[in-house]
């Protein structure tokens, strides 16, 4: 069987958005993967130490993209950082001048980007960056609003881990639930849009499942279940 590298999402894919609380049973099939010999690597709008943390104490491949494209932790003392953090707090600014209610959200600190409460028109605040000629990356991923620099995003971000690791789009499988995740749905051969993603998200996914977060994870794998045996 040949190797295969799942690229997972992490809030609202394999935890409930807002509380944050992992489904176990689907962190204990992405572990199974991993044991026989697959590759299952978390991207997320979250801190990459975060997600490095996960892969750890999960038990699953130790390598990670947080902060939605904008950084990889290789390590406990290694990251790429593969965004401008300056330039995203200049944007912020921007925003936060001319428009109401744009406040951080409460997240560990963040080495390439901006996070805020979603709690402002996003489309007002791109269209402002936009007038300014300011060409950052806002965006949504249900949990949070995000400010990225320009072309970064989780599809970039998991593709430098694709070239450091030589692994083929052929041979990913990526699973999500929001508009940010669609970047990395499209370096995939293989996506997989969970029963809580919006139409639109779905539209970009190779499959849909009807059960919701972790329970969708679940079901995919069982859909995938033939095709993924030992490697
Ligand atoms: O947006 C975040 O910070 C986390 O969300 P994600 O894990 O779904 O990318
Ligand atoms: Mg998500």
């Given amino acids: 069987m040949k190797q295969k590298t799942f690229a997972v999402d992490i809030d609202g894919t394999i935890t409930e958005n807002g509380a944050g609380r992992i489904n176990l049973d689907a962190l204990s099939a992405l572990r199974h993967l991993t044991n026989i010999g697959h590759n299952v690597i978390f991207v997320t709008g979250r801190s990459s130490v975060e997600a490095y943390l996960l892969s750890v104490f999960g038990g699953t491949t130790k390598i990670a993209v947080g902060e939605n494209g904008g950084c990889i932790t290789l390590n406990t003392n290694e990251h790429v950082l593969l965004g401008d953090l300056q330039q995203c707090q200049s ?114 996914a190779t499959i849909t499942t009807s059960a919701k977060s972790g329970d969708g994870v679940i079901e995919a794998l069982d859909k995938l279940a033939p095709k993924l045996s030992e490697v």
Avoid: C, W
Wanted: proline share 4%; charged share 25%; glycine share 4%.
């Fill in 91 to 204: 944007a912020f600014q921007i925003i936060k001048n001319e428009i109401d209610n744009v406040v951080e959200k409460p997240v560990f600190p963040r080495m390439t980007e901006v996070v805020l409460e979603r709690t402002f028109d996003l489309d007002l605040a791109k269209n402002l960056l936009h007038e300014k000629n300011l060409d950052v990356l806002l965006s949504d991923s249900q949990y949070a609003f995000h400010i990225n620099s320009p072309g970064i995003d989780k599809g970039t971000g998991f593709q430098e881990i694709m070239r450091r690791m030589s692994i083929s789009s052929d041979d990913v499988i990526a699973i999500g639930d929001s508009a940010t995740d669609i970047p990395l749905f499209k370096v995939a051969k293989t996506s997989i849009a969970l029963g809580n993603s919006s139409e639109f998200v779905k539209s970009h």
